[in-house]
T-cell receptor, first 111, second 113 residues
Framework: SQQGEEDPQALSIQEGENATMNCSYK?????LQWYRQNSGRGLVHLIL?????REKHSGRLRVTLDTSKKSSSLLITASRAADTASYFC???????????FGTGTSLTVIP | EAGVAQSPRYKIIEKRQSVAFWCNPI?????LYWYQQILGQGPKLLIQ????????DSQLPKDRFSAERLKGVDSTLKIQPAKLEDSAVYLC???????????FGNGTRLTVT
């Protein structure tokens, strides 16, 4: 069954603005991961947040995790045209080894 | 470190033909995944290997798809016979262990006409 589901499906912002996308999942997890996919390329791992963490930063990325609501958010600050891509969350569950992705958020940053 | 290598990059075949994709994961990565990504959708897991054993192939259409990972390193994914709905990008990924971040190749874009 699908785990991570991203929201919104599409987001268009001006360069310099912040972009926020959300992810909801269904079962217990040991970590949640965010990935980026540029057009015509494979996915690239951005950041991993463990189930006992509430917030994590990496450069212009800020990820939060709320295990009680089974949700996570990815914030990209001061967006750039190069951030234009699709963003996916993925959650390897505690039991079993399935690694599923949602349908993603398509982000367009307008120069 | 070298990334995940996939070939070919593009493939066009007619329906009912067969096709094979190859993946060379990052050295030392025990876990290997094959995903199918239809345009506009997220990657769909087809099969997961741990070393050379299958961990999950619940979404693999076994009547036409097969995959193997000999010696726990390289892997091949085969489709025989292909259908129009198999047109997609086939992504290979590897990870150090099952819950670790995935490293993806750039995929093989398959067009079935």
């Amino acid at each position: 069954s699908q785990q991570g589901e991203e929201d919104p499906q599409a987001l268009s912002i001006q360069e310099g603005e912040n972009a926020t996308m959300n992810c909801s999942y269904k079962t217990s997890i040991n970590n949640l991961q965010w990935y980026r996919q540029n057009s015509g390329r494979g996915l690239v791992h951005l950041i991993l947040i463990r189930s006992n963490e509430r917030e994590k930063h990496s450069g212009r990325l800020r990820v939060t995790l709320d295990t009680s609501k089974k949700s996570s958010s990815l914030l990209i600050t001061a967006s750039r045209a190069a951030d234009t891509a699709s963003y996916f969350c993925a959650t390897p569950p505690n039991t079993g080894n399935q690694f599923y992705f949602g349908t993603g958020t398509s982000l367009t940053v307008i120069p | 470190e070298a990334g995940v290598a996939q070939s070919p990059r593009y493939k066009i075949i007619e329906k009912r033909q067969s096709v094979a994709f190859w993946c060379n994961p990052i050295s030392g990565h025990a876990t290997l995944y094959w995903y199918q990504q239809i345009l506009g959708q997220g990657p769909k897991l087809l099969i997961q290997f741990q070393n050379n054993g299958v961990v999950d192939d619940s979404q693999l259409p076994k009547d036409r798809f097969s995959a193997e990972r000999l010696k726990g390193v390289d892997s091949t994914l085969k489709i025989q016979p292909a259908k129009l709905e198999d047109s997609a990008v086939y992504l290979c990924a590897s990870s150090l262990e099952s819950a670790s971040p995935l490293h993806f190749g750039n995929g093989t874009r398959l067009t079935v006409t």
